[in-house]
Nanobody, 126 residues
């Protein structure tokens, strides 16, 4: 059964950094758009970053531009989210997602994704 598994979440102080990883198995999602979403309590799920299958195209929410970087290593079937200058408002559960839609059209919209991980918690303290 295809699945996504996130790791790398944790607790950091404001200004700190974390790198999230999403491992795909068993066959990977090398031909799919991959993305990271986040959801804080009481808020809607928000698209954070997305990356095309060949890594040529990336998309970011305005709130994380210049602080977060999405990347992928298709040989390792892994997607990464490097997060720098973290702020308390970045605290949320972070989810990895995969989309086989062609074209994807809206890469930061949750409804465009049909595979989801269970999430990893990121907590940023002031």
């Amino acid at each position: 059964q295809d699945r996504l598994l996130e790791s790398g979440g944790g607790s950091v102080k404001a200004g700190g950094s974390l790198t999230l990883s999403c491992t795909t198995s068993p066959f990977g999602f090398r031909d799919n758009f991959m993305a990271w979403f986040r959801q804080a309590p009481g808020k809607e799920r928000e698209g954070v970053a997305a990356i095309s299958p060949n890594s040529m195209h990336t998309h970011y929410a305005d709130s994380v531009k210049d602080r977060f970087t999405i990347s992928r290593d298709n040989a390792k079937d892994t997607v990464y989210l490097q997060m720098h200058s973290l702020q308390p408002e970045d605290s949320a559960s972070y989810y990895c997602a995969s989309s086989g839609l062609r074209p994807i059209l809206y890469p930061l919209v949750a409804s465009r994704y049909n595979f989801w991980g269970q999430g990893t918690q990121v907590t940023v303290s002031a």
